[in-house]
């Protein structure tokens, strides 16, 4: 079987500086795979490189084609969409333009307007909001927009980029609660997170990032209750 995405020993650099040093990795489709590590671990680095924003060396497969050079636009044209940290959201557009923004290319396509009932049926605290600009919004409302609107793009590969930060516990499982929900679509998710136990707790399988470089990796039902996984991520208790 072919799998959805396969990256192979990719590196980036900043200048001198390598902050992701030969990472491998495979999904399959249909799953949610996470990776997870400490500040600076290289994450955001490493979704950004499969998002083909930054130049990197090494392989990455989609779906068995090899994107070396593809250019960002034909990334996004094969399904992949990157929320990144920031939710980079207009803050003066109401939640509706925002979300149609999302799904802009497909604006003269049949059925367009009903990606948005379909948000909103998945989202009703985002219906409720539709007219209130995206500023006012509260953190987690915010993260429920970007990832609505990420979801107008009718992604196959959705890359979150730690999509708890900022956020309340509760709001927190809420969240994650949504984005296990996402597999029914069909989308597959890779997950980037410095809380690693929410992730761990939502994901199908996951990598443990380590200044750059993949530490181990598994079943996250098993990291979850690895000793050196918990003593290091997940404050001590299993
Ligand atoms: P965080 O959870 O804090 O966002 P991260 O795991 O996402 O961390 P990255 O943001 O990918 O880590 O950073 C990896 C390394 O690359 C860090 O040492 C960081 O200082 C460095 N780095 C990130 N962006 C740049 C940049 N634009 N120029 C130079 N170095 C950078």
Redesign the pocket.
Known sequence: MTALLDVVDLHVS??R?E?VRGVSLTMEAGRIVTVI??????????LAALMGLLPSRGSVFHDGADMARLEVEDRVERGICLVP?ARELFGDMSVADNLLLGAYRFRRERGFRSKLDDVYARFPRLADRRRQTAGTLSGGERQMLALGRALMMRPRLLMLD?PSLGLAPLIVREIFRIIAGLRELGVSILL?E?NARAALESADYAYV?ET?EIGMHGPAAVLLHDARVTATYLGGSV
Do not use: F, R, S
Not at 37 to 46: D, E, S
């Open positions: 900043y200048g500086v902050a590590g400490p500040n600076g671990a290289g994450k955001t680095t490493l940290e730690e980037v410095q990032l750059g």
